[in-house]
């Protein structure tokens, strides 16, 4: 592992992905069809920016909100946003355009789980989507004390694809956990 000063190499990378292992979990598993939550939104003139482009504000908080979705769906309970992971604006929208946001489950730890988010702007006309951008934002589980609670459910892996989103998503918070470490 590198430490604190280095900064995590490709071959550091291949070897965490070669010594995460899908998860031998005790608890009841939940597959990750039934975290899935999808949302439609038609731009609007309050949602554009000076640019009259989709403000990036408006669709963080569009993301947020379904990435939060989907974790309650899987914890069957309350959760809070701990972090959101890169996002990257690919592409932008405009007035009037739908933007369909796909969030799903892709970790489940102790008390923290990992949700992808895709965010699309579809054509009317051919149904053709086009990502506006991906991202990953961590939920924490939370009791009435809105302290953090064990989630009760882990995540069952069905597929390849979502073996290989459980191993990215091992490397992912190792790489946030190194960047708080150093205060970045």
């Given at each position: 592992m590198?430490?604190?000063?280095?900064?995590m190499?490709?071959?550091d990378?291949?070897?965490?992905?070669?010594q995460?292992?899908?998860?031998?979990d005790t608890?009841?598993?939940r597959?990750?069809?039934?975290s899935?939550t999808r949302?439609?939104?038609?731009v609007?003139?309050?949602?554009?920016n000076g640019?009259?482009?989709?403000?990036?504000?408006?669709?963080?908080e569009?993301?947020?909100?379904?990435?939060?979705?989907?974790?309650?769906?899987?914890?069957?309970?309350s959760v809070?946003?701990?972090?959101?992971?890169?996002?990257v604006f690919?592409?932008p929208?405009?007035?009037?355009?739908?933007v369909?946001i796909?969030a799903?489950?892709?970790?489940?730890g102790?008390?923290?789980?990992?949700?992808r988010?895709?965010s699309?702007v579809?054509?009317v006309?051919?149904?053709?989507r086009?990502?506006?951008?991906v991202a990953?934002?961590?939920?924490?589980?939370?009791g009435e004390?809105?302290?953090?609670?064990?989630?009760?459910?882990?995540l069952?892996?069905?597929?390849d694809?979502?073996?290989n989103?459980?191993h990215m998503?091992?490397?992912?918070?190792?790489?946030?956990?190194?960047?708080?470490?150093?205060g970045?």
């Open positions: 590198p430490t604190k000063k280095d900064s190499t490709e071959s990378l291949n070897q965490l992905v070669s995460t292992a899908a998860p031998q608890r009841p598993l597959s990750q069809q039934r899935r949302a439609t939104h038609t609007v003139h309050g949602d554009m640019e009259n482009r989709l403000f990036g504000g408006r669709l963080m569009w993301i947020d909100e379904a990435a939060g979705i989907a974790a309650r769906r899987h914890c069957g309970g809070t946003t701990a972090c959101v992971d890169s996002l690919k592409n929208a405009y007035l009037n355009e739908i369909v796909d799903y489950v892709t970790y489940v102790k008390t923290s789980l990992e949700v988010v895709d699309y579809e054509d006309a051919t149904g053709e086009k990502q506006i951008n990953y934002l961590t939920e924490v589980c939370v004390d809105e302290r953090p609670r064990r989630i009760p459910f882990g069952k892996l069905e597929t694809e979502q073996r989103e459980w998503a091992q490397i992912r918070k190792m790489i946030r956990r190194e960047r708080q470490e150093q970045i």
